[in-house]
């Protein structure tokens, strides 16, 4: 499950937060705004300017998964007040998807998401930063102002030769107390490039829904989830959940997800529910949209998970939950075979009780580093804020269980080991 973004922290991390969404640096040229009545005499005093980067920038962060790749690309625009204040920003990070013997596939999937590109490019106006700004001035001329942005940004859930998912966070500023935000799935069959639909997931969609209902109902219950929702009603769980845009295949499972507001309140942000694919294939999930990479099974909140983690032959029995979720008081404990390494290990504890870490969004995973051999190790992901620059960063945190209450750290990864575009190399360094 995940909390995502700054939910409780001041305004201006919130927003330096939504700004470093993703990597990469443009190269801009400067132009100016078409002159329109409200700014003229703000034009008159101090330049504005517009930064316009060149026709999408391309990302570092691409990699080839099986028979797909996927390139992430830039574009921004930013609307200036000489040279130090940003009035306005508008950004899109996109994919340009590349399947190996394929294209018409790989043409139809990266239509669909240029479509999508060409849209907010259309929506996206700094008319109402500029009037505000003017406003503002005019009012109190010592006030500070918050550059106001949209922006759109998407992150590969999944990339394989049958399945190529999406998770695309839209987010804005237009003032006030905190920007907002809201999510879309979007699932491709790599194979035709056509847009998965709920009801291909299975051959009797109607015993899938229930299914799947009655699971994240079961979800819902924990103490966890109970903590950060209005309720548990499966009418409204339904009404919000049971729609084409919210929901997406990951390496993990099916997530369903409701946006701020919809099953919580804002600081809840958006809600997650995981279905993993064990539990799908009982569910009825067709074969060709079931995950065969490597072994990533997320650990449900306060549920018991048995598996053999150091590969002797014997199950451990694992168990991870966060308590006393989204309040000042909240601990992450993770049990194997009755111990709290949360609490017993040293560097486990510091890395999910120290102050640098908005530690309520941890996750744990099971996830087989190295499939040649017979262990499986232990992820930890959260989001890693380091106060000095107001930067909020992922990271995960890799560990290995040696058997006789032994628990090895291996080092930590900058990014998910759920984005299956990076690349990851683990290091000590801290």
């Given at each position: 499950?995940?909390?995502?973004?700054?939910?409780?922290?001041?305004?201006?991390?919130?927003?330096?937060?939504?700004?470093?969404?993703?990597?990469?640096?443009?190269?801009?040229?400067?132009?100016?705004?078409?002159e329109?009545?409200?700014?003229?005499?703000?034009?008159?005093?101090r330049?504005?300017?517009?930064?316009?980067?060149?026709?999408?920038?391309?990302?570092e962060?691409?990699?080839?998964?099986?028979?797909?790749?996927?390139?992430?690309?830039?574009?921004?625009?930013?609307?200036?007040?000489?040279?130090?204040?940003?009035?306005?920003?508008?950004?899109?990070?996109?994919?340009?998807?590349?399947?190996?013997?394929?294209?018409?596939?790989?043409?139809?999937?990266?239509?669909?998401?240029?479509?999508?590109?060409?849209?907010?490019?259309?929506?996206?106006?700094?008319?109402?930063?500029?009037?505000?700004?003017?406003?503002?001035?005019?009012?109190?001329?010592?006030?500070?102002?918050?550059?106001?942005?949209?922006?759109?940004?998407?992150?590969?859930?999944?990339?394989?030769?049958?399945?190529?998912?999406?998770?695309?966070?839209?987010?804005?500023?237009?003032?006030?107390?905190?920007?907002?935000?809201?999510?879309?799935?979007?699932?491709?069959?790599?194979?035709?490039?056509?847009?998965i639909?709920?009801?291909?997931?299975?051959?009797?969609?109607?015993?899938?829904?229930?299914?799947?209902?009655?699971?994240?109902?079961?979800?819902?219950?924990?103490?966890?989830?109970?903590?950060?929702?209005?309720?548990?009603?499966?009418?409204?769980?339904?009404?919000?959940?049971?729609?084409?845009?919210?929901?997406?295949?990951?390496?993990?499972?099916?997530?369903?997800?409701?946006?701020?507001?919809?099953?919580?309140?804002?600081?809840?942000?958006?809600?997650?529910?995981?279905?993993?694919?064990?539990?799908?294939?009982?569910?009825?999930?067709?074969?060709?949209?079931?995950?065969?990479?490597?072994?990533?099974?997320q650990?449900?909140?306060?549920?018991?998970?048995?598996?053999?983690?150091?590969?002797?032959?014997?199950?451990?029995?694992?168990?991870?939950?966060i308590?006393?979720?989204?309040?000042?008081?909240?601990?992450?404990?993770?049990?194997?075979?009755g111990i709290?390494?949360?609490?017993?290990?040293?560097?486990?504890?510091?890395?999910?009780?120290?102050?640098?870490?908005?530690?309520?969004?941890?996750?744990?995973?099971?996830?087989?580093?190295d499939?040649?051999?017979?262990?499986?190790?232990?992820?930890?992901?959260?989001?890693?804020?380091?106060?000095?620059?107001?930067?909020?960063?992922?990271?995960?945190?890799?560990?290995?269980?040696?058997?006789g209450g032994?628990?090895?750290?291996?080092?930590?990864?900058?990014?998910?080991?759920?984005?299956?575009?990076?690349?990851?190399?683990?290091?000590?360094?801290?």
């Amino acid at each position: 499950m995940k909390w995502k973004k700054v939910l409780f922290l001041p305004v201006f991390l919130f927003l330096l937060c939504l700004s470093t969404a993703c990597a990469g640096n443009a190269v801009s040229s400067i132009g100016e705004v078409e002159e329109i009545g409200e700014i003229k005499e703000i034009k008159a005093k101090r330049e504005i300017q517009a930064d316009i980067s060149q026709p999408s920038f391309f990302i570092e962060r691409t990699a080839c998964v099986s028979s797909v790749s996927i390139d992430f690309y830039t574009d921004e625009q930013s609307t200036k007040m000489g040279d130090d204040t940003i009035l306005y920003t508008s950004k899109c990070v996109y994919p340009v998807v590349a399947i190996e013997g394929n294209e018409s596939a790989a043409d139809k999937i990266n239509a669909d998401i240029w479509e999508r590109v060409e849209a907010f490019r259309t929506n996206a106006s700094s008319r109402g930063a500029i009037q505000d700004y003017q406003k503002i001035r005019e009012d109190n001329p010592e006030r500070y102002f918050v550059g106001y942005f949209d922006e759109e940004i998407f992150t590969a859930a999944r990339a394989d030769n049958k399945v190529i998912s999406f998770l695309v966070t839209s987010q804005y500023y237009i003032g006030g107390a905190h920007g907002m935000y809201y999510y879309t799935g979007l699932n491709y069959d790599t194979q035709t490039g056509e847009r998965i639909d709920f009801a291909d997931l299975s051959g009797n969609v109607a015993a899938f829904w229930q299914d799947a209902l009655a699971f994240i109902q079961e979800i819902a219950s924990s103490a966890a989830y109970r903590g950060i929702m209005w309720g548990n009603d499966a009418d409204e769980l339904q009404e919000v959940l049971y729609q084409e845009h919210k929901w997406y295949l990951s390496t993990a499972g099916l997530i369903f997800f409701s946006n701020p507001y919809e099953l919580g309140p804002f600081c809840s942000g958006e809600i997650e529910f995981l279905i993993p694919y064990s539990d799908l294939e009982a569910m009825g999930l067709k074969d060709n949209y079931a995950y065969t990479g490597t072994k990533t099974i997320q650990l449900q909140t306060e549920e018991i998970h048995f598996l053999d983690l150091d590969g002797d032959g014997e199950e451990e029995e694992i168990q991870f939950y966060i308590d006393e979720m989204g309040s000042g008081d909240t601990n992450v404990h993770f049990f194997i075979d009755g111990i709290d390494y949360a609490v017993a290990h040293e560097e486990l504890s510091r890395q999910l009780s120290d102050d640098n870490y908005i530690f309520c969004w941890a996750e744990c995973f099971l996830y087989d580093v190295d499939s040649a051999d017979t262990t499986t190790e232990i992820a930890f992901q959260m989001n890693y804020t380091t106060w000095k620059d107001d930067i909020v960063t992922p990271y995960t945190f890799l560990y290995r269980y040696e058997g006789g209450g032994i628990l090895t750290y291996l080092g930590r990864i900058e990014g998910t080991i759920t984005d299956p575009t990076a690349a990851f190399h683990i290091t000590k360094s801290e």
